[in-house]
C-alpha cells in the first residue's frame, strides 16, 4: 500500500499527443454542455480557479491578469485616446474588466455568443470580473461576433478579441478569417487597434499566430506579434495587435508610464512600460517561424481537429 | 495541439509507489471531510458511481455486487440459521441490502462511527442500499464499533466487518486487532461466524490478510480465508471468516443452492453453490502467504502510513 | 519545487479509454519492432521484468507463473497421459517449462511466428524459459500457426494455445476463429485438450471469452471455461479448455495431486487440486456473460481496433 | 479494450506536487547513477533528446539553444571584450559551444564535478557541444568549482554559472551562496561579468531567483535579473547577471547586433539585439516578486529537499 498520500483527482490537458500537464484537483465546481461547449470551472491546488472550455484551459485565478493584461493593455496604450471598445468572447469578463481600468473609456460592448458561459463566470468566477458586467458604461450582447459586425453601424477605437482556440466544430474558428478580420478593420475608427489572442508561440506550434499575423497584415498597415508567458498554460503564449495609425513599437517605456498615470489606470500587476517594451523583443526563431504563415480564409479556415 | 478528444478528468488511485490506477472522471457527485475520513463520490466512465474513502477505492455501481455478495454470504450460509446479524462499517449500505435477502434474519444492527457518511451514501448512492435502511428490521448506531460491543449484551448470529483498511490515524485501524476479535467473539452465539475484509492478496502485499487471518486464529476454532476478484479495485481481494462450529469448507455446493432457495434469498449476481467453492480453493501462493502473518494487537497495530 | 521524489519514468497501459494502469519503470531493457509487433522488456519496480507486445503487457516476471500455470496443467492434467504437446504462440517459454514439467511428455512442438520476440525473450527473460527451449524433446518452429496445422502429419495430446490478444492487422487474429479451431481438433488425438488464452472476464469486457468460448462449442464436445487472477494484469482473466473426452470439471482434487505426484511435475506455486477445482467455479454473472458469445469466423473475426 | 493506440511510456516530471509535465517517451536512451547524481538521456516525441539529472530536466534537444544562448550571450556581451572565461557545471558542452562563438575568446577552463556526466553528454549529446570540447581554447576540469576558485590564480572576463537546482544532498547546493559568489567576484577581472542559472520565474516559485539576486547583489555592484521561456522547461526561467562596470540594461541593440558581428558570433537561433532587451523587461509582478529574497550563506543554503 502506498504510505504517501499524494493528490488524487487530476486534470489532464493534451498540450499535444506527446506532452500532457496534469493539474491536481481540489474540487470540480461546475462542469456543464452549455449550448456551444464544455464549460468546467476547477478548482486546482497550483493555480487556484480554472476556466476550462472544450478541455481546454482559458484562464487561471493564480495568473489571469497576466493573460488579460497582455490581451488588453497593449492595443489601449497603443491607440491615443480609445474611448469606445468592443471586446469579442471575453466571458470571463476579465478583459473587461481590464478595459474599464482606462478612464477615457466611455462605452464598451462586449459580444460573446455563449450567455450561459457569461452567466457562470459571473456566478463562479467574481474575482474575474469584478463587478464589470454591472458597469454602466457596458452593453453585453449574446450573439455571433460576425453577425454583430456586419450589422453594426458606430465604429470602435480599440476592439479585442478574447476567443478561445479554433477548434473544428467549435463555436468561433470562424473568427480567425480575412473576412472577419475585414469586418473588424471596417467597425474600427481612423486610429483604430485591435489584438489578437494567437495562440502559443511553442518552437513546433507556430502555426496559427504565423497565420493570424499573416491574414492580419493583408488588411491592416501596422501588424505586430507578441508574446507573454502564461504560467498556467505552462508555454509562451502569443498576441497579434493590428493598427491603422500608430505603431506599438514606438511607445517607448516612459511614455507609456506617463499613460498609464494620465488614463488613472491604477496599479497594473503585469503590464507597465518596461513590459511592453519586452512584449514586442521577439526572439530570433520566432520572427523566422512568423514567415511562414498562410492566409486563413473562411473557404480555408484554420482549425484543430477534436 | 492535440487532435484527439480523450478523457480529461481523472482519480489516481496509487495501490503502492509503483503502480497507480488512473479512472477517467465524469462528475466528482461530491467531496467532503467528514468528522471521520474524506468522503468522495465520484462518477467514472467505466466503473459508474464509486465512493473513495480516504482516497481508497471502497466499492463502484458496476461491482459492488461482487464485492458485497463475497463478504455477505459466505458467513451467513455457514451459519445454520441465522437471526440475528451485526454489521460493523459498510456505510455504503449494500452488505446490509444482502443480509437482509436473507429470510431467516429478524433483526440487523449496524455500526458505523460515521453518520455523515451513511447520510450521503443514502442521499448520492441509493442504489447500494436500495432502501434497506428503512427496513423495520434494522437498527443503525452512530458510534465506534468497539465501544458498541463492549456494552452490548445480546449475542449475534453472524457479524460482518466491512471497514477500510487500517490506516495511522484512520477510524478504524484499532478494528483489526485480537482483542477486537476477542469482543466480536463474545458477541458471537453459539453457532456463530464473522467475516471481515482483509485487503488485497496481491502476491506482493499479504501482510495484512495473513495477519488477519492469524489473529483471527487465536480466537476461533475455525478460520478460513478467501479470495474473489472485485474488478474495480484492480486486484483480487482477501476475506477471512471465523467461525464457532461450522467449516465453510463442508458446505457443497448443492446444499447451498438449497439454502439459497429455502431462504428465499432470491437472485443473486455473483454468489452460487460453485462459486462459494471457488472461493475457497486457494492457489499456492496464497497459503504460503498466509503463514507468514503475525498477531495483530493493540500495542503493536497494523495499519498503512498516510 | 516538489520536495517528493516519485519514480518518475512510467508505461502506462489503457486497459480501456477510461482506464489506464500506470507501471512505474525502473529501466526499458530492449524496445524493438519485430516484423510481426512492437517487443519491450521493460523492468518494472512492482512486477521486475515485463513484457509487453504492442503496448499490451503480456507477462512479468513476479507472477507469469500465474498465467502460464493457469494456461498449462488443466489441459495437460485432463489429458489422462499427454505425450506429444503443440504449443501455438507463447514466446516467452515459460509455457514451454511448465510443460515440461509433466515427465510422460516426449514431444513438444512449439510454433511462434516471430522468431526474433523468442531470441529477445531467451537472451532477456531467461527466467522464464529456465532452458526449457534447449531440452531435446522440443522443437521450435517460426511460422504461421494455421499454415503449420493445415500441413502437420502427427496428432497431439494437448495443444496449448498462448496468444496475444487479436488485435486488427495484428499477428493472430485469424488464429481465434472457427476455421483454425477445426484445425486444432483435426490435430488433437483422441482424448486431446486445447486451452485458449481467452482476454480479460472484466464484467463490461466478456466478449471475447464468451466468443471463444461459444466458437469452441461448435467443435469439441467438451468445452470449459475458468478464470485466474494475473494480478499484473489487474484484472481477472479468462481461460477456456476444449476437450474430446475428459470433462476437467470431473477431475477431484486427490486425484490432480496424485497426478502432479505421479508425472513428477515438482514443486508448483500457483496450481494445486484445490486451485484447479477454484478455477472452473465461476461466478454467477460471468455463466451469464458467457451466453452471449457469438461464433468467430474467419470472414467475421473479432479483433481489437490498434 | 481501448480502440486508441497512445504513447505509452512516459516521464513524469513533478514541478510541484501540484503539477506533472508527461513527456512521451520515445526511448531510454541512457540510465545510469554517476558518483554524484542520476542521469538519464531520453528520447522523447516532442523535444527530441533530452537530459534529467536527478529527474529533472535540464535541456531538450529541441530547445536547448533557447536556454543556453540566454545563459550565455547577455553575460559576454555585457563584457566589453571576453578573452577568458570559466564556465561552471555546464556538462551538455552547450555552453561552451556558445562561449567559443565569440572570437575574442582565447582560452575557456569549464570545471564539472561529473567527469562521467560530461563523456555521456559527448557520447550521447553530441549536438549539444558540436565538437567544443575539442577545442584547442578549453580546459576541462573535473572538480569542485569551489576548491578549483579557491585555488586558481588567473582572472576571467566572464564566468557561466550553468548548474542543476539546490537539491538537498545534491552537487551543486553549496554553489549557490554568498561565499561561493565572493570567490568568483574575486576570480573576475575588472570588467568581469558573471550569469547564474537561477531556476523558474513562476509566480508562486520565485524564491530562488529572488534570494540568488539578492545575494549577488551584496558583492556585486550591478545585478540584473532576466527571463526567457524555455518550453521543454513547461515555464518562465530566470537569470542573474552580476557585473563589476557595464550595466547589461544599457545595451542598445543596435550596439549588441554590431558586436555580433564584429565578434564574427554568426547566426544564432535566439538571441539578438531586440531579444536582449526583451529578456530585461521584466513584467511588475516579477520586479515586485525580486524583493522578498533573502541572503543564502553557506551556513543557511537554499536546498529542495530531495
Redesign the interface.
Known sequence: ?????????????????????????K??VK?IRTKYQKVEIVN???YGKCL?LD?KIQSSE??E??YHESLTHPPMFTHPHPRSVLIVGGGEGATLREVLKHNLVDKVDMVDIDEELVKICEEYLPDFSKGAFNDPRVLLKFEDARKFLEKNRGRYDCIIIDLP?PLKGGPCYLLYTKEFYSLVYSNLADDGTVSVQSGTT????TDLIASVSKTLSLIFPIVRVY?S?I?SF???WGFCIGSKKVDPLNLSPPEIEHKIEERNVGK?????G????????????LKEALKKGRVIEDKQPLY???
Open positions: 500500500m502506498s504510505s504517501e498520500r499524494q493528490p488524487h483527482k487530476w486534470i489532464s490537458e493534451p498540450f499535444t499527443p506527446h506532452l500532457r500537464t496534469l493539474y491536481a484537483v474540487e470540480i462542469s486546482t491546488y497550483l476550462f478541455d493564480l495568473d491578469f497576466i482556440e511553442h518552437l513546433n506550434l508574446q508567458f504560467s505552462q508555454q509562451p497594473l500587476k503585469f503590464y507597465s518596461r513590459c511592453h517594451q519586452g512584449l514586442f523583443s521577439l526572439p530570433v526563431y484543430w481537429e477534436i
